[in-house]
Structure formats: structure tokens, C-alpha cells
């Protein structure tokens, strides 16, 4: 069979993209901040939006808006109102605006369903190399910034009362979670960019006793997905970024059942 | 009195039109406990976080340079999703080594090698415990510190928070709303309802008029010696017969 080289730039960029998004979405779980990744997808489409509006591009608006809102959203957060309430709310009005925004725009109206739920068979050489330049960036400042982030995630308010909790490294966290929702955009699209940061994570969770286990595997399970996604995709025909998230939605499921057969046999041993 | 660790003054904290906090002062110094007491909902936590700056306040809070806090929340839930032993908690706060002998000091050491998540509430208090004295702290600073603790292990563990003032010659500001075993333990209580009722030592703060009218006649609590010269009606309140 010959693999055109479309193919390869999918399944290597997909691939990269969702081992970044391993380790920073072990943090996203441990913090409980789904729904802020969530709301800064949907910001991000809205900056795409405006980025081929203005005529700079789609990917520097995504990533300047998806970084403002990332910010503006963990600073809701500190507030008493319900902060996930709150993000819920600037998310959606992001999305709606976007989507507004984009279908108004003759030129891209078509590219729609791109953008909720990408299209990464259309990657270019070059979003490839700025897809891995990307990738090693981030899971470079992620090891820099670990241990103040994990103290953050264990300790909570501790770490915050005693000072342990650098506020440089939460503001990298948000960066560099923006970051790659933007250049997900590309790959599985605003609606489905989360699902790569959550679902590797929790996929490793039952496979895992320390947290850099955790975040390694979630890397692993990441880019596994890709390869395993888009060969559904080529035999189904159906659309490829789903089926990246089918596929880490099947290895999530696999892990989740293969721990529970092993607790319950433990118990037994036990009794 | 040496320079005080940490020093208030004027806290106030007012959201929509209920005072939380309404000019509070406090001070707190190497080597004392400081106990504030207060019914539900008077503002301890409140004041607390205030203190530890987790949250924005008026007035001031001066920390002496290079403070060191340990902090024991009221309420800490690991995430059962963060894989985490307990001798790796404390590794991120403190040294292996600290973190061990402070496992053993507050009697828990075959703990060490648990996963964070499947503690129980007693256990976990325990946990945070060593984690906040593993890295020698000038000032611990503790939350209802021992809820989920069994009774006896409870005053076994007030003991060790007024050994440890001892041995790490720190300052300790404790909240509790359990009279009984705070009272003896302390040099100096805050009657707090908003605002500071009364302070000073614990038998003095039981006599004051404004703990007696929040707490009721607390004779029970035996810090001084004293007969017994009333009944109690149905409400709680006393009734004196002569």
C-alpha cells in the first residue's frame, strides 16, 4: 500500500501534537479545569475568526486570543462567583461570535467544519515543522515549570499560603495550554481540541503511581491515538480529527476496563 | 515581647451588605498559641486566609522578612486523579529526610508509601500535619486542624502541636470551635464574631461577658478551679439560685 504524503503529515502531526498535550493535560485534570480548556477552544475559534477578518492569519489569532482568554479565565477562577459558570459563559459567547463571524466571510464559509473539527489531512510541510517545533517547546517549559505546577496541583491552597506556588509558572501553564489549543485547531478542531488534552490523561491515570508516570504515558496514549484515529479514518471514511478522539476515547475505555478487572481480582485475592 | 511574626491591623471585609470582618488587629509571636474561637459563620477561615493572603482585604498585614508559614487547611481533597504517595507530598514541600521524621513525629509512618487518595479524614489530617512542620516553620498556621481525628488521638495531637511550639520555637494560630481541648493548650484566645469580642488567657476569656454570651457558661471546660453554683434551664443558659 503506498501512504501518500498527506498521510504522513497527519499521523506526525497529530502525533506530536498529542504527546504536548499529555503532560499539561495531567495538570488540567489535576486541577479540574476541563471547562476552562473548554472556553479557550471556543475563545480560540473566535480568534481565528478575527484573524483572517483582519487579514493577519487564523493560527496568530487563535494563539493571541486563546492566550488572552486563557489568562482572563484562571483569573475568574480566584473569584467567589461560580467561576465555572462565568467560564462557561465568555467560552460560548467566543464560539457563537466566532461562528458568526466566520460564516459571514464568503471566502471561508466553506472551511467551517474545519475549524470545529479540523482538518488535519490538509497540514502543510510547514505546519508540520511548526507543529513539532511547538511540541518540543512546550514539553520542554513543562519539565522546566513541573515542580512548582505539581506542588500547585497537590497543594492547592497550601501551596498558595506558603508561597511554594510560582505565579510565573501558573501564567506559563496557561500559555502553554493556549498554545496548543491553537495549533490543535488545526488538527481536531475548537470542538474537539479538549478531548486531546483530557482524555490521554485519564486513559493513563489507572496505569499509573507517581505523577510523571502519569503525564509520560498520557504523552504515549497521545500520540498513539493519532496514527491508530487516522488509519479508522482511512477505512471508514469518515472524518479524521473524530477519529483521533474515537481512538483515544477506545484507549481511555480499554485502560479504565482493564483496571477494574484488576482491582476486582485483587479483591478477591484479598477475601 | 520580641518583634511579632506576623502583624494586622484594621482587617475589614465586607461583601454586599454583610460584614465579614470588621477591624480586626492581631498579632502573633515566636512561641505562642493563639487559639481563635467563634460560632459558624463568625469569619475565622475568613480571617485566616485574610492573614495567609489567599485572599484580598482592607488594612494591613506586615509579615516579618523571610517568614516561613506551614499551613493546614480546613477542608483538602486530593484529586483521586493525581497518583501521589504521601512521601512525595511532603517531598515537594520539604526534604525526604524532614518529611520522614515528621511523618513519625505525628505518629504515621507506615503511611509513607499510601497513595494521598485513599487516606482516611483522620489520616490525611495527620498527613498535612508533618507536611506543614516537615519544613520547620516560624509560624503554623492551622485550620481546624484535627477534624476527622478520633477523640483520643485528638488530644494526644494537641499535645503535640503545643510540644511541637516547643521544639520548633515557633508561633502557632489555631481556629477550632472545640473548646474542650483548645482552651488548656493556649496562651491566648481570640472570641471572634466578626469582630475580636475579647482576647487573653483562657480562663479570663471564659469569664468575659462577650465569650459567655456567645458560648454560653462553659464551667465544663475546668480551667480553674471552681464550684459549681448554678443550673443550666433547657436553653442552655444559667440559672442562679442565690
Request: charged share 15%; aromatic share 4%; proline share 6%.
Given at each position: 500500500m503506498i501512504i501518500d504524503d498527506f498521510l504522513w503529515r497527519a499521523g506526525l502531526g497529530a502525533s506530536v501534537l498529542a504527546a504536548a498535550c499529555g503532560p499539561i493535560g495531567c495538570f488540567i485534570l489535576w486541577r479540574r479545569m476541563a471547562y476552562v480548556g473548554e472556553s479557550v477552544a471556543h475563545m480560540g475559534l473566535l480568534g481565528a475568526a478575527l484573524g483572517l477578518l483582519m487579514g493577519v492569519n487564523a493560527l496568530l489569532g487563535t494563539a493571541a486570543l486563546a492566550v488572552i482568554a486563557a489568562l482572563v479565565m484562571a483569573r475568574a477562577a480566584d473569584r467567589t462567583i461560580p467561576a465555572g459558570t462565568f467560564v462557561g459563559i465568555v467560552g460560548h459567547i467566543g464560539l457563537a461570535l466566532g461562528f458568526v463571524v466566520l460564516s459571514l466571510m464568503e471566502t471561508?464559509?466553506?472551511?467551517?467544519?474545519?475549524?470545529?473539527?479540523?482538518?488535519?489531512?490538509?497540514?502543510?510541510?510547514?505546519?508540520?515543522?511548526?507543529?513539532?517545533?511547538?511540541?518540543?517547546?512546550?514539553?520542554?517549559?513543562?519539565?522546566?515549570?513541573?515542580?512548582?505546577?505539581?506542588?500547585?496541583?497537590?497543594?492547592?491552597?497550601?501551596?498558595?499560603?506558603?508561597?511554594?506556588?510560582?505565579?510565573?509558572?501558573?501564567?506559563?501553564?496557561?500559555?502553554?495550554?493556549?498554545?496548543?489549543?491553537?495549533?490543535?485547531?488545526?488538527?481536531?478542531?475548537?470542538?474537539?481540541?479538549?478531548?486531546?488534552?483530557?482524555?490521554?490523561?485519564?486513559?493513563?491515570?489507572?496505569?499509573?503511581?507517581?505523577?510523571?508516570?502519569?503525564?509520560?504515558?498520557?504523552?504515549?496514549?497521545?500520540?498513539?491515538?493519532?496514527?491508530?484515529?487516522?488509519?479508522?479514518?482511512?477505512?471508514?471514511?469518515?472524518?479524521?480529527?473524530?477519529?483521533?478522539?474515537?481512538?483515544?476515547?477506545?484507549?481511555?475505555?480499554?485502560?479504565?476496563?482493564?483496571?477494574?478487572?484488576?482491582?476486582?481480582?485483587?479483591?478477591?485475592?484479598?477475601? | 515581647?520580641?518583634?511579632?511574626?506576623?502583624?494586622?491591623?484594621?482587617?475589614?471585609?465586607?461583601?454586599?451588605?454583610?460584614?465579614?470582618?470588621?477591624?480586626?488587629?492581631?498579632?502573633?509571636?515566636?512561641?505562642?498559641?493563639?487559639?481563635?474561637?467563634?460560632?459558624?459563620?463568625?469569619?475565622?477561615?475568613?480571617?485566616?486566609?485574610?492573614?495567609?493572603?489567599?485572599?484580598?482585604?482592607?488594612?494591613?498585614?506586615?509579615?516579618?522578612?523571610?517568614?516561613?508559614?506551614?499551613?493546614?487547611?480546613?477542608?483538602?481533597?486530593?484529586?483521586?486523579?493525581?497518583?501521589?504517595?504521601?512521601?512525595?507530598?511532603?517531598?515537594?514541600?520539604?526534604?525526604?529526610?524532614?518529611?520522614?521524621?515528621?511523618?513519625?513525629?505525628?505518629?504515621?509512618?507506615?503511611?509513607?508509601?499510601?497513595q494521598l487518595a485513599t487516606l482516611s479524614g483522620g489520616e490525611l489530617a495527620r498527613v498535612l500535619l508533618a507536611r506543614a512542620i516537615a519544613a520547620k516553620p516560624d509560624l503554623l498556621v492551622l485550620d481546624e486542624p484535627l477534624s476527622g481525628v478520633d477523640i483520643s488521638g485528638e488530644a494526644a495531637l494537641y499535645h503535640l502541636i503545643a510540644d511541637l511550639r516547643d521544639e520548633l520555637s515557633c508561633g502557632i494560630l489555631l481556629v477550632s470551635h472545640d473548646l474542650h481541648v483548645v482552651m488548656g493548650k493556649t496562651d491566648r484566645v481570640v472570641c471572634l464574631n466578626h469582630h475580636i469580642c475579647c482576647q487573653g488567657a483562657p480562663h479570663a476569656v471564659a469569664q468575659d461577658p462577650a465569650f459567655l454570651e456567645l458560648f454560653g457558661d462553659r464551667s465544663d471546660l475546668k480551667l480553674y478551679p471552681h464550684h459549681h453554683d448554678h443550673a443550666h434551664s433547657p436553653s442552655g443558659a444559667a440559672i442562679h439560685d442565690h
Open positions: 471561508v464559509r466553506t472551511d467551517l467544519l474545519g475549524y470545529l473539527f479540523g482538518d488535519v489531512l490538509a497540514l502543510t510541510d510547514r505546519d508540520l515543522i511548526a507543529i513539532a517545533a511547538v511540541g518540543i517547546v512546550v514539553l520542554g517549559v513543562t519539565a522546566v515549570i513541573w515542580k512548582p505546577l505539581l506542588r500547585a496541583a497537590a497543594g492547592g491552597p497550601i501551596a498558595a499560603a506558603e508561597g511554594g506556588s510560582s505565579p510565573l509558572a501558573q501564567t506559563g501553564f496557561l500559555i502553554l495550554t493556549a498554545v496548543l489549543v491553537a495549533f490543535g485547531l488545526k488538527v481536531v478542531g475548537a470542538l474537539l481540541i479538549v478531548a486531546l488534552l483530557i482524555i490521554p490523561p485519564a486513559a493513563a491515570r489507572p496505569l499509573a503511581k507517581t505523577p510523571e508516570a502519569m503525564a509520560i504515558r498520557a504523552a504515549i496514549l497521545g500520540a498513539a491515538a493519532a496514527p491508530l484515529g487516522l488509519a479508522a479514518s482511512l477505512g471508514s471514511d469518515a472524518p479524521a480529527g473524530p477519529c483521533i478522539v474515537l481512538a483515544a476515547g477506545a484507549l481511555f475505555a480499554l485502560t479504565s476496563i482493564a483496571a477494574a478487572i484488576s482491582s476486582s481480582a485483587l479483591a478477591k485475592k484479598a477475601r | 515581647m520580641t518583634e511579632p511574626l506576623i502583624t494586622a491591623r484594621g482587617l475589614s471585609l465586607v461583601a454586599g451588605r454583610l460584614t465579614i470582618l470588621n477591624d480586626i488587629s492581631l498579632a502573633i509571636h515566636r512561641g505562642e498559641i493563639v487559639t481563635v474561637i467563634g460560632p459558624n459563620g463568625s469569619g475565622k477561615t475568613t480571617l485566616l486566609k485574610a492573614l495567609l493572603g489567599l485572599i484580598r482585604i482592607k488594612g494591613e498585614i506586615v509579615r516579618r522578612p523571610g517568614l516561613r508559614i506551614g499551613y493546614v487547611p480546613q477542608q483538602y481533597a486530593p484529586d483521586p486523579s493525581l497518583p501521589m504517595t504521601v512521601h512525595r507530598f511532603l517531598d515537594l514541600f520539604a526534604g525526604h529526610a524532614a518529611g520522614c521524621a515528621a511523618l513519625e513525629r505525628v505518629g504515621i509512618a507506615d503511611a509513607h508509601d499510601r
